[in-house]
Nanobody, 123 residues
Framework: QVQLVEFGGGLVQPGGSLRLSCAAS????????VGWFRQAPGKEREFVAA????????HYVDTVKGRFTISRDNANATVYLQMNSLKPEDTAVYYC????????????????WGQGTQVTVSS
């Protein structure tokens, strides 16, 4: 059982930056694909970004390409989401998910999920 904890959320002004972290309780995490998802009030959860277990392959939703970067540090069982040029529409609860299959992550059906961290972009 892999436990995931997200942190790094907060309040930031439009155009600002935040870095989210997803830390895992088990070393097995290092062989899992990991994704970031977000859910805004009144909206469905949406895929944001994903990274393969090696870190060699990444995927992004079109709305964050060029602004967000997903990366991982397997030595510390942590995946990051660097968010730059933040917009009010990026406001949401951000979740990380992990699974042995990248396909399940991309479909939003990963086996393990964190509790989420709030990101609010507002002036």
């Amino acid at each position: 059982q892999v436990q995931l904890v997200e942190f790094g959320g907060g309040l930031v002004q439009p155009g600002g930056s935040l870095r989210l972290s997803c830390a895992a309780s088990e070393r097995a995490f290092n062989t899992y694909a990991v994704g970031w998802f977000r859910q805004a009030p009144g909206k469905e959860r949406e895929f944001v970004a994903a990274i393969s277990w090696t870190g060699g392959t990444t995927h992004y939703v079109d709305t964050v390409k060029g602004r967000f970067t997903i990366s991982r540090d397997n030595a510390n069982a942590t995946v990051y989401l660097q968010m730059n040029s933040l917009k009010p529409e990026d406001t949401a609860v951000y979740y990380c998910a992990a699974d042995s299959a990248t396909g399940r992550i991309l479909r939003g059906s990963g086996a393990y999920w964190g509790q989420g961290t709030q990101v609010t972009v507002s002036s």
